[in-house]
């Protein structure tokens, strides 16, 4: 992507007795929310999230969001 902050997640999704992590917070505008928003630094680079869902029965369920991110216009 552009250095163009995106939106990760689901914000459309239902989250009643949900809770979320994300892991590492870099760049991220919250680690507790469904949907946080990326703001990638300057340069050129590669980060993995990966996101940890709890329902309210203590199941849990991980994933990984890759991101590929660049300045570079040309």
Known sequence: CTTAAI???DPSGSTVGLTYLWVPADYLSSTTTPAPIFTPPAGT??????VT?????GIT??????ISYSDDTS
């Open 53 to 57: 869902i709890t329902n309210a029965n």
């Open 61 to 66: 369920n991980t994933g990984n969001v890759n």
């Open 45 to 50: 680079g590669a980060i993995q999230y990966t």
């Open 7 to 9: 939106q990760l997640g």
